[in-house]
């Protein structure tokens, strides 16, 4: 093999360990573990006030409203809870009819071994889903739960799940009383839906740099939807990452925003040396430093072939 043939062999080999220098960290799988009480009376959310997770519905689902908190009724509480909830802010409301109350939450893409602990005490019939599957043996009344966490893989999904009570009342009063613990091994967490049909804003800071659009608007269950591409002058463009300078890389396609957020871009400069790149959120390994010192080798070569 000719001299130049080897110095192109060595150049090539080095060009290929750099195309992988930069290897994304990768998030340790644990037990996350979501715990949702319906309903909680605090300093920060009074009586008759708005609960924090449940929206209800009283013409089929067509529409939806926060949840009331309505206080004590004579049925008592689910284990961690002090009060009921209804769809007007008294268990007086809502009398006579079919309600329908849900609480949203949203899985990683990759999970495993998915449990769900529930607790109910419904005023007077309910029938508990999740993703429309049911969960209670048909109409129950008073109080029902799970008997501990069971296996719900056959009715979760990644993306975002719904857990549905349709409640019948027969007069008197009316209202929910819940407990929910989902667990489940990922490497990210189970985020809870924000309150309301509100969609989810995502806006764009470019930092430095131009965007299209500064934002985009979620509707919760829609499919994922595009990222837009921004541009800076002399920069190239390493990504959207929840954070100005670290955070973690959100994908460019079918992007499933969780809650509100911000998204900004991350740029490198094409004469910084490899070593700074490798700072923008990926882990130096081994191929960057056999890259570089092949490089090195190369050139020493073909300097040491021109003096010769």
Same mark, same amino acid.
Request: hydrophobic share 40%.
């Given at each position: 093999?000719?001299?130049g043939r080897? *110095?192109?062999?060595?150049?090539? *080999?080095?060009?290929?360990a750099?195309? =992988?220098?930069?290897?994304p960290?990768?998030?340790e +799988?644990?037990?996350?573990?979501?715990?949702?009480?319906?309903? +909680?009376i605090?300093?920060?959310h009074?009586?008759?006030s708005?609960?924090?997770?449940?929206?209800?519905s009283?013409?089929?689902?067509?529409t $939806?409203h926060?949840a009331?908190?309505v206080?004590?009724?004579?049925?008592?509480?689910v284990?961690?809870?002090?009060?009921w909830?209804?769809?007007?802010?008294?268990?007086?409301?809502?009398?006579?009819?079919?309600?329908?109350y849900?609480?949203? =939450?949203h899985v990683?893409?990759?999970?495993?071994?998915?449990?769900?602990?529930?607790?109910f005490? @419904?005023?007077?019939?309910?029938v508990i889903?999740l993703?429309g599957?049911e969960?209670?043996p048909?109409?129950?009344?008073?109080? $029902?739960n799970t008997?501990?966490?069971i296996d719900?893989?056959?009715?979760?999904h990644s993306?975002?799940?719904e857990?549905?009570v349709?409640?019948?009342?027969?007069?008197?009063?009316?209202?929910i009383n819940y407990?929910?613990?989902?667990?489940l091994?990922?490497?990210?967490e @189970?985020?809870?839906?924000p309150?309301g049909?509100?969609?989810?804003? @995502?806006?764009?800071?470019?930092?430095?740099?131009?965007?299209?659009k500064l934002?985009?608007l979620?509707?919760?269950?829609?499919p994922?939807?595009?990222?837009?591409?921004?541009?800076r002058?002399?920069?190239? =463009?390493l990504?959207w990452?929840?954070?100005?300078?670290?955070?973690q890389?959100v994908?460019d396609t079918?992007?499933?925003p969780?809650?509100?957020s911000t998204?900004?871009?991350h740029?490198?400069?094409?004469?910084?040396?490899?070593?700074?790149?490798?700072n923008?959120?990926?882990?130096?390994?081994w191929?960057l430093?056999?890259?570089l010192?092949?490089?090195?080798?190369?050139?020493?070569?073909?300097?040491?072939r021109r003096?010769?």
């Open positions: 093999m000719t001299f080897k *110095l192109a062999a060595i150049l090539l *080999l080095c060009l290929s750099l195309g =992988f220098y930069v290897v960290a990768s998030a +799988v644990s037990t996350q573990t979501v715990t949702i009480l319906g309903g +909680v605090d300093e920060t009074a009586l008759g708005e609960d924090l997770y449940t929206e209800t009283t013409d089929g689902g067509v $939806w926060p009331y908190l206080g004590e009724h004579p049925w008592g509480f284990e961690g809870t002090n009060s909830l209804n769809c007007g802010p008294s268990l007086e409301d809502c009398l006579g009819q079919t309600s329908l849900r609480y949203r =939450f990683p893409d990759t999970y495993s071994s998915p449990t769900l602990d529930a607790a005490i @419904v005023d007077n019939l309910g889903t993703n599957t969960i209670s048909g109409q129950v009344a008073g109080n $029902w008997g501990g966490p719900v893989a056959s009715m979760l993306g975002w799940n857990l549905q349709t409640l019948v009342d027969q007069g008197g009063l009316a209202g407990r929910l613990v989902l667990s091994q990922a490497a990210e @189970v985020i809870v839906a309150r049909s509100e969609p989810i804003q @995502v806006s764009y800071n470019a930092n430095g740099g131009s965007v299209s934002s985009d979620y509707n919760i269950g829609d994922g939807f595009n990222l837009p591409t921004p541009q002058l002399g920069m190239i =463009f990504g990452f929840t954070d100005p300078v670290e955070g890389q994908w079918n992007y499933v969780a809650s509100t998204l900004y871009a740029w490198s400069d094409p004469g910084i040396s490899a070593f700074e790149l490798a923008t959120g990926g882990n130096v390994t191929p430093v056999a890259g010192s092949c490089i090195s080798v190369g050139l020493v070569l073909a300097l040491r003096q010769n």
